[in-house]
Structure formats: structure tokens, C-alpha cells
């Protein structure tokens, strides 16, 4: 596994559900005369962005982790990403906040499939990183902290080698290589199949570098061409005309990890079959984790540079739908399989005026919520055993 996966992981993954929220909160937002106290508003819906785009972008959290390091657990991740989500005034529950997570992984998942080479996973990052700059382009201090995580990116990346990037795509494969989610939008467009595997095409641009194949050359030992034979080729494969821009501003020329959610789409989630059965095929917890110690560790100093803000005043945060229907919701928390179940944390959080709270005391004021019995392998449980550090 290579060393310096986490960071283009958490990124894109954070930036797929940045796409998704921001999409939700205008669908669901009411003009502010006509909003009642409890409804979504345009105010609301960049308050929230600015709330988690700070927090996702905190300093010392992005020195902690940019630090070389393994991969830790999709358990582990996912916790970073509860707390994430409810680092500002809005509330998702157990339901929307599984729907989310299927929706950021495999969108991602998608993405490093169809990279034309392993370095492109870094123009992806690149595209998720300009689009949230986008979102806080009126708030200059937000937007100098994704620009300096930029500026680390460009620092530590652009200097690998190939073979390194290779190993990075390997890395974020058997990560995904499990999760099968059929999306609606994947489904609708014919890049994924009913058993929620991604359709891979054969045609379009080759990698940048390379060469339309239907050609054989064949030298001789003094390295001269002596011989052409060409080969008809199943697909329609064209030379890319530039590279993507690998500095702080440029175009990126990849489409991939740019917004798809920015012209209104449905995003509905359909767990497949063998999702569904993920315990009986894919348990990643089976016996104890002699890591675990570890990984909690690693978690608690993670989580220690999440920026959360405490309440102002009464206030109490909004919730976030990302059903149709709070029936449907209901019925996703019910029919959800036990075995991907997690139990939503809940932080009461906004911004007070002037401050931010300290990084020292961030984790001991965070609300863990307690897992339900059964939900963990022994030794595993990492929400119960967080309270411990």
C-alpha cells in the first residue's frame, strides 16, 4: 500500500460530498422572506458550506494529514466524515448520512476507474479542489486555506514518479474494490450495471504520452526500425491535444471530479445484491485488529483538528434530507443491513462571532453516540473505544 493515498482519498471524497450537499441544500432552500424559522435558506445553505469547508481545511488538521501514513478503515474514514458533516448547523440521521456516503464513494470510485493514466488521479483532486473554491469565493480566509492545501498538494505529488502514482491507484482499488452501490445517475447514464459494477469504455482519449494503438513497430538489435505492422482495434481512440495544468491555477483539461450534481439531477441510491450481503462476502473486521490501538491514535489526532463550533445561543441545527420523502428516508433507515449501519454523531455546532474554539479541547467536547450492541466486531468497535482516549 503506498504511504501517500490518505489525503487524495479524504480530498476527493470530501469534495464529492461537498457536490452532493450543496446540490441538496438548493433544492430544498425557500427564499429568505418566505422561510419559516425551520426551513433551508440561501443564507443557510453558505453558511453550511463555509462552516464544513473550514473545518475540512483546517491547518494543523491538513499537516496531520498529509503526514505519510497507511490506509486506515473504511470505519475509521467513515467517522471522519459523520463529524464532518455535522460541523456546521445542519443535521443528517442515520439514513441520509449511509446515502451520502454511497453517493461520495462511488462517484470517487467511478472517477479512478476512468483515470487515463495513475498521475490523472491528482488532476481529479485538482478539479474537486477548484470547485470548492467556487463555493466560498466570496470568503478570502476560506479560500487561502484551500489554496495552501493546494500548494501542499502541488509540493508533495508533482514530484512522484509513475510507478508511485500506480501504486497510489492500487491503493484506492482494493479500497472500493468491495463496494458495489448502484447509483441512479450511473444507471440512467449506462456507465453501471444492475449489480452496481461500473461499465468501463473502450473508446476516447488515450493516456497523455501514448499513442492511438494499431501500430506494431519492430526493431533490430541496433535499435532501428525495420519492420511496421498495423491491427484493427475495437474502439475509437483519439490523441489527447494537451495536458492537464499541474499548478495552482490552470486548466485541468480532465473532466473527471468536476461537479456532476450541477445541473439538477436525481440521486437516489439502490443497494445491490451483493451490498446487501456484504457481511457474508466482505467483512473486513473478522478477528481482531491488532492495529487497532494504532488506528485510534491515528483517529484521535485526526478528529482533534476538526474546527467545530459550538451553538449560539438557543439555536438548534437544521436537518438535511437527501430522500425525496422523510417516508423514504424512514424506510432506508429500516431496510438498511445491519452490517453498514453506523450511528450518526451528533454536534451541536455554529460559528461564534470573532472566535473559533480551541484545537486542545475539540475531541473532548465532540458527542460520540453510542453504537448499538452487535454493531462491531469485538475489539473493533471504534466509536465506544474513541471515549477511552
Request: glycine fraction near 6%.
Amino acid at each position: 500500500m503506498s504511504a501517500r493515498t490518505l489525503p487524495l482519498l479524504f480530498l476527493n471524497l470530501g469534495g464529492e460530498m461537498l457536490y452532493i450537499l450543496d446540490q441538496r441544500l438548493r433544492a430544498q432552500s425557500i427564499p429568505g422572506e418566505k422561510a419559516r424559522k425551520d426551513e433551508w435558506t440561501d443564507v443557510d445553505r453558505k453558511r453550511v458550506m463555509n462552516d464544513i469547508i473550514t473545518t475540512m481545511f483546517n491547518k494543523k488538521f491538513m499537516e496531520e494529514l498529509f503526514k505519510p501514513q497507511d490506509l486506515y478503515s473504511k470505519k475509521a474514514l467513515r467517522t471522519v466524515y459523520d463529524r464532518l458533516a455535522h460541523a456546521s448547523i445542519m443535521r443528517l440521521n442515520q439514513a441520509s448520512m449511509d446515502k451520502l456516503y454511497d453517493l461520495m464513494t462511488m462517484a470517487f470510485k467511478y472517477q479512478v476507474l476512468l483515470c487515463p493514466r495513475p498521475r490523472d488521479i491528482l488532476l481529479v483532486t485538482f478539479n474537486h479542489l477548484d470547485a470548492i473554491k467556487d463555493f466560498i469565493s466570496d470568503s478570502p480566509g476560506i479560500l487561502n486555506q484551500v489554496d495552501e492545501t493546494l500548494r501542499r498538494l502541488i509540493e508533495t505529488y508533482n514530484c512522484l514518479s509513475d510507478g508511485e502514482f500506480q501504486l497510489i491507484r492500487q491503493t484506492l482499488l482494493i479500497f472500493f474494490q468491495d463496494m458495489h452501490i448502484r447509483v441512479s445517475i450511473f444507471l440512467k447514464d449506462k456507465v453501471q450495471n444492475s449489480n452496481g459494477r461500473f461499465v468501463l469504455p473502450i473508446s476516447g482519449p488515450v493516456p497523455w504520452g501514448t499513442e492511438v494503438p494499431g501500430l506494431i513497430r519492430i526493431f533490430n538489435h541496433k535499435g532501428v526500425e525495420v519492420k511496421r505492422a498495423e491491427f484493427t482495434t475495437a474502439g475509437n481512440y483519439v490523441t489527447p491535444q494537451r495536458e492537464g495544468s499541474f499548478e495552482l491555477y490552470g486548466d485541468r483539461v480532465l473532466k473527471l471530479g468536476t461537479n456532476m450534481y450541477s445541473v439538477t439531477r436525481p440521486v437516489e441510491t439502490h443497494m445491490s445484491g451483493s451490498s446487501k450481503n456484504l457481511a457474508s462476502q466482505t467483512k473486513e473486521n473478522i478477528a481482531p485488529n491488532p492495529f487497532v490501538k494504532e488506528e485510534l491514535n491515528f483517529l484521535a489526532r485526526l478528529l482533534g483538528g476538526l474546527d467545530v463550533q459550538k451553538p449560539a445561543g438557543g439555536e438548534t441545527g437544521f436537518r438535511l434530507n437527501l430522500f425525496t420523502t422523510d417516508e423514504e428516508e424512514e424506510h432506508a433507515a429500516q431496510t438498511r443491513p445491519e452490517e453498514l449501519s453506523y450511528k450518526v454523531i451528533s454536534i451541536e455546532a455554529t460559528q461564534e462571532p470573532g472566535r473559533r474554539a480551541e484545537l486542545s479541547r475539540i475531541l473532548g467536547e465532540l458527542e460520540v453516540a453510542e453504537p448499538r450492541p452487535g454493531s462491531a466486531e469485538k475489539g473493533e468497535d471504534l466509536l465506544a473505544l474513541m471515549d477511552g482516549l
